[in-house]
């Protein structure tokens, strides 16, 4: 008896491994829908520049621009409130997508990339890929926050301020 019910939470456990996906499926993706990070903001269909800025200690300037494309206004039968792209170098860094609550969301992204891990400092729940991290957060009683970031960009950044660091030392 002992020896069948192991059998049967070994089965079962096999089982819900297959059926969810690896975060390996979230750094394939790299992105929603064909907007993918790391590549050109401006290519995107239906993007406009909000602002261009530059952060404390980049190098070079940072852009925000808000996405209005009809392809862009659902997630299945859930409407997407807006969409914004955070850029460095003109370079996709973040997504960010401002859904109505519902719930089939959470169990669709949980069924494409397992389980997700909840972070309780900040009220979130995130799947992290080598190179993507997806994060969905309430953003107000009736809204969600999902918002893809690059984890390759901020290397980038990094790289910049060194390089800059090179060149003044190669001043003196």
């Known amino acids: 008896m002992l020896f069948r019910y192991i059998i049967t939470l070994l089965l079962s456990v096999w089982m819900h491994s297959l059926v969810a996906q690896s975060p390996a499926e979230l ?4 992105g929603f829908k ?8 401006d290519s995107v269909k239906g ?3 909000r602002k261009e800025f530059t952060a404390k200690e980049n190098v070079y300037p940072s852009q ?9 206004a659902t997630i299945g039968d859930v409407k997407i409130k807006s969409v914004e792209l ?7 860094e973040t997504i960010t997508l401002i859904t109505d609550k519902d719930p089939r969301l959470m169990k669709a992204l949980e069924n494409l990339f397992g389980r997700a891990t909840y972070d309780a400092k ?9 190179s993507v ?3 969905y957060k309430s953003h107000s009683k009736n809204s969600l926050i999902l918002e893809y970031r690059s984890l390759v960009i901020p290397r980038m950044m990094v790289e910049d301020r060194k390089s800059k660091i090179d060149k003044i ?3 003196f």
């Open 27 to 30: 750094d394939s993706r790299n």
């Open 169 to 171: 030392a190669e001043d």
């Open 122 to 130: 900040n009220y979130q729940y995130f799947w992290r890929g080598d």
């Open 47 to 49: 993007a406009k520049l």
């Open 86 to 92: 955070g850029a460095y170098r003109n370079l996709i």
């Open 133 to 135: 991290i997806l994060t």
């Open 64 to 72: 925000t621009y808000v996405v209005e494309h009809p392809e862009y």
């Open 34 to 41: 064909d907007i993918r990070l790391g590549t050109r903001a």
